[in-house]
């Protein structure tokens, strides 16, 4: 099973996490953040990854730190639960429809960290959440998962739907990325022979 579990403490945040890669979509997730929750829920259950996310953070200031940090622990247990990255896939992209939303998420396992966030999201907050902070999240996500994503918005007027659609674009596309193809026999897909 590849999986990861990690701990970090900050003057901020209080974060444990625990991943499985080759779970079923169960998840376990207390942020403090509402909105947050629901979206690492759809994240877990929508890429078929086991989440175990708790943390305690400056809430009382904002969900900064929170989001962010989390975004963090995320991206260093994925790049830990995949290892080596033998036999992965490597590349998965998904377009998702959310009502009138439409999102396009594509990702490479590449050893190289880089965000394209191409997204207007119409509102500046939801569930109490600032939607600036969607893209902090993948920021931090990429940037310790050392993965290349691409997130475009398509359509979308509806701030819920295109939030909710990034996430769940994004957890299928990883998961067809992180899929282990049996025909590749283990070996790393790239010609340079390392990740």
Known sequence: MRQAEINRKTNETDISLKLCLDGTGKS????????????????????????????????????????????????KAFAQAIGEKRGITRYGSFLLPMDEALILA???????????????????????????LVEEFFISFVRNSDITL???????KNTHHIIEGIFKAVS???????????????????TKGIL
């Open 28 to 75: 376990e997730i207390d942020t403090g953040c509402g909105f947050l929750n629901h979206m690492l829920e759809l994240f877990a259950r929508h890429g078929r990854f086991d989440l175990s996310v708790s943390c305690k953070g400056d809430t009382q200031v904002d969900y900064h730190h929170t989001v962010e940090d989390i975004g963090i622990v995320l991206g």
């Open 150 to 156: 691409h997130i475009k918005q398509l359509e979308g």
């Open 172 to 190: 299928r596309a990883l998961a067809k990325a992180v899929f282990v193809d049996e025909a590749l026999g283990g070996e790393i897909p790239s």
């Open 106 to 132: 594509s990702v490479d396992i590449s050893g190289r960290a880089y965000l394209n966030y191409d997204v207007s999201i119409p509102n500046a907050s939801v569930g109490g959440m600032d939607t600036e």
